[in-house]
């Protein structure tokens, strides 16, 4: 499985952008979990969000939720997170992860918090302006 982000540039404060991850698994990937990290210069890496085919619902921390929004294009084997309302504060290499299994709500928030996926790809970087 491997998987590439893409999407990241600058933008100013205030502004949106949209990052893609494209998943090439070799097969329609449909029954996975998959999620968008990021990681700051001397900072930990962060879960954002997080997304399963059985889940009710996506996984947002409360760092983004409201101002970001992930969604899955199965067919593309793609996901996305759409960026609203940034700030400099959101300036950071951002990751997408997945890892197999059609997870129930809490099972998917624990492997997100825990960022615990097995199948990372390379980061895009977003840099937003003040």
């Known amino acids: 499985v491997q998987l590439q982000a893409s999407g990241g540039g600058l933008v100013q404060s205030g502004g949106s952008l949209k990052l893609s991850c494209a998943v090439s698994a070799g097969f329609t990937w449909e029954y996975f979990v998959t999620g968008w990290f990021r990681q700051a210069p001397g900072k930990e890496r962060e879960e954002l969000a997080c997304i399963s085919a059985k889940a009710d619902s996506p996984f947002y921390s409360d760092s983004v939720k409201g101002r970001f929004t992930i969604s899955r294009d199965v067919g593309a084997n793609t996901v996305l997170l759409q960026m609203n309302n940034l700030t400099p504060e959101d300036t950071a290499v951002y990751y997408c992860?997945?890892?197999?299994?059609?997870?129930?709500?809490?099972?998917?928030?624990?492997?997100?918090?825990?960022?615990?996926?097995?199948?990372w790809g390379k980061g895009t970087l977003v840099t937003v302006s003040s």
């Open positions: 992860a997945t890892d197999f299994g059609a997870y129930s709500y809490a099972k998917m928030e624990r492997l997100c918090t825990g960022k615990n996926l097995d199948y």
